[in-house]
C-alpha cells in the first residue's frame, strides 16, 4: 500500500515537472519586420493639421516631403545584406509649434479605389517581448510611439524613446504585458500587427524644420509552441481548406 503511494506521488511530481517545463519552454528570436531595402514595400507618412505642405500658393523652407533615401544605413549596424540598401527619410516643418506629429504607416497601396491608402498591418511573429528601431535625430526634442493591433482589432499606443540626440540610434521598448498575445483555447497564440510609427513634437521644441530618417524594425519574440496530438486541425490552412472560413489570427 506504502510503495502505491509512493509511486502515485512519484508519478505526480513527474508529470507536474512536464507541465512547468512546457510553460517555461521558449524560443527567443530576433526578427527584422521592415529594413526599408525591398522596393516593393510601400510606406506613406502623413502629418497634422500644421504640416507645411507646398499647394501652389503657399512656398517654404522646409515643404513636406517623404522618399526611401537608397544606400544609406546606420554604420553601427552594419551594411545589410542587400543589392538595395535604403532607409525611409522625411523633410518637415509645422507651421506652429505643438504637439505636431507626422505618421509612418505601412500600406499595400498609396491610393486604393476611394483615392485613400490601403493599409497593409505587418504581422508579428509569436509572443513579441520587445519592439526596436534604428531612428536618426537632429536633437530635437521630439519622441516615438508605435501602435499595435491585437486580435480583437484594438490599438495599443506606447513609447519606444525620445529624439533628443543627433544621428543614429537605436531605440527599443519593451511591449506591455496588457497586450494580449495569447488565449487559453487552441491556438493560443493570437498575432500583433505593427499599424504605424508615430513622430511627435513638443510644444517648447523648434518644428521650423527638420529631417528623420528610419531604419529596420525589429522585435524579441518567443515563437515556441507547444507540441500536442491532433495539432494541425487547428492550423489556419487546414481550417480554411476544410470549413471555408478565416482561422482567428
Not at 504640416?51 to 533615401?69: S, T
Not at 491585437?150 to 490599438?155: L, P, T
Amino acid at each position: 500500500m506504502r510503495r502505491g503511494i509512493v509511486v502515485s506521488i512519484l508519478l505526480v511530481l513527474v508529470l507536474a515537472g512536464g507541465v512547468v517545463a512546457d510553460e517555461a519552454t521558449t524560443n527567443w528570436q530576433a526578427l527584422i519586420l521592415e529594413d526599408f531595402d525591398d522596393p516593393d514595400s510601400r510606406w506613406i507618412v502623413r502629418g497634422g493639421k500644421y504640416l507645411a505642405v507646398e499647394d501652389g500658393e503657399r512656398n517654404y523652407e522646409f515643404p513636406f516631403d517623404y522618399q526611401i533615401v537608397s544606400d544609406v544605413w546606420p554604420e553601427a549596424m552594419g551594411r545589410p545584406d542587400s543589392d538595395t540598401p535604403g532607409v525611409l527619410g522625411v523633410q518637415a516643418s509645422f507651421t506652429r509649434r505643438g504637439y505636431n506629429y507626422l505618421e509612418f504607416i505601412p500600406v499595400e497601396a498609396e491610393d486604393g479605389p476611394d483615392g485613400e491608402p490601403i493599409p497593409r498591418g505587418i504581422s508579428i511573429p509569436g509572443r513579441p517581448a520587445t519592439i526596436d528601431l534604428w531612428a536618426w535625430g537632429a536633437n530635437y526634442n521630439y519622441y516615438l510611439e508605435v501602435q499595435v493591433r491585437d486580435h480583437r482589432g484594438v490599438v495599443h499606443t506606447f513609447k519606444i524613446d525620445d529624439m533628443g540626440y543627433g544621428g543614429w540610434r537605436n531605440l527599443e521598448a519593451r511591449i506591455p504585458n496588457y497586450i494580449p498575445r495569447a488565449v487559453r483555447f487552441v491556438p493560443q497564440r493570437r498575432v500583433l500587427e505593427l499599424v504605424k510609427i508615430v513622430l511627435w513634437t513638443r510644444p517648447d521644441e523648434a518644428v521650423d524644420g527638420f529631417h528623420f530618417y528610419l531604419d529596420q524594425i525589429k522585435v524579441l519574440t518567443d515563437v515556441f509552441e507547444s507540441s500536442f496530438d491532433g495539432e494541425g486541425l487547428a492550423d489556419p490552412d487546414f481550417v480554411q481548406q476544410t470549413w471555408d472560413a478565416e482561422q482567428r489570427q
